[in-house]
């Protein structure tokens, strides 16, 4: 049967919705890049919105801790996280801050060849490999990313993902402390995922303590300094229930893709 080709993806659908709804209930105030705002204090009586109560079919069996680690982390985020960042980015040149991303992106690619093999996808193999033989050699350890230029194309897999592509159900959903929004499974993936580039990283090369604790400051640094997202800088009383809506749909999107 020939598809419309105008027609969209029923969850890619629903997250431009959810996109559009949860933007228009932004605050006015424009908020400059890397700031943080306080957390906003809403009546008790608040109603969801109806279009958020049909899109919104999250397991939340665990809402109370899961609000309690949302606000955690904002508070992580703003006294914490994004001063480090802001600190990292000021004594670090363009150039270097430009080297140490290329270089956890390309590290991540383990990761990411590992499951497009075991998610039997030949073609995300053959193209994650390629790029890191490419970045890896070429690039200088990944310090430089040639493979882009080159037009191979990147990719992103995790263990979350390829359990997802079993047939493993997301499970309830769960705010990690630090890290976010997330579940049960991509949860269990994301402790996967980390095992696997440790043991990686220890096989190269024999690093003390300090070392370890400085690499995994440095790539927690580099990927809060990649994402956008300011807590409560929407200014809408169900940024929760949105953020919660749009990390469902997307991870639906990443193991249907």
């Known amino acids: 049967m020939t598809k419309n080709p105008r027609s969209l993806h029923p969850g890619l659908a629903t997250l431009l919705l959810a996109a559009a709804v949860f933007l228009s209930g932004c605050s006015t105030v424009p908020i400059q890049v890397g700031d943080t705002v306080d957390e906003p204090v809403f009546a008790a009586d608040r109603i969801l919105p109806e279009e958020l109560i049909r899109a919104d079919t999250t397991s939340d069996p665990w809402e109370g801790f899961n609000r309690t680690m949302y606000r955690f982390n904002y508070r992580f985020d703003k006294y914490v996280f994004l001063p480090a960042v802001r600190g990292y980015q000021a004594v670090m040149p363009d150039f270097a801050e430009k080297g140490v991303h290329n270089f956890f992106t390309n590290f991540r690619q383990i990761t990411t060849l590992m499951n497009s093999m075991l998610q039997f996808s030949g073609t995300k193999s053959l193209e994650t490999t390629s790029r890191l033989l490419v970045n890896t050699t070429i690039g200088v350890l990944g ?115």
Do not use: C
């Open 143 to 257: 310090l430089f990313d040639w493979a882009t230029p080159m037009g191979i194309p990147y990719h992103q897999e995790d263990f979350g993902q390829t359990l997802g592509v079993w047939g493993v159900g997301s499970g309830p959903y769960l705010v990690l402390p630090i890290i976010g929004p997330s579940s049960v499974r991509d949860g269990v993936g994301l402790v996967v995922d980390s095992y696997v580039r440790s043991e990686v990283r220890d096989a190269i090369v024999d690093l003390e303590t300090w070392q370890k604790l400085t690499w995994g400051a440095l790539d927690a640094i580099d990927t809060r300094a990649n994402v956008a997202f300011r807590y409560y800088e929407t200014g809408s009383p169900f940024e929760y229930e949105w953020v919660r809506l749009l990390s469902n749909t997307k991870r639906q999107l990443d193991i249907e893709k």
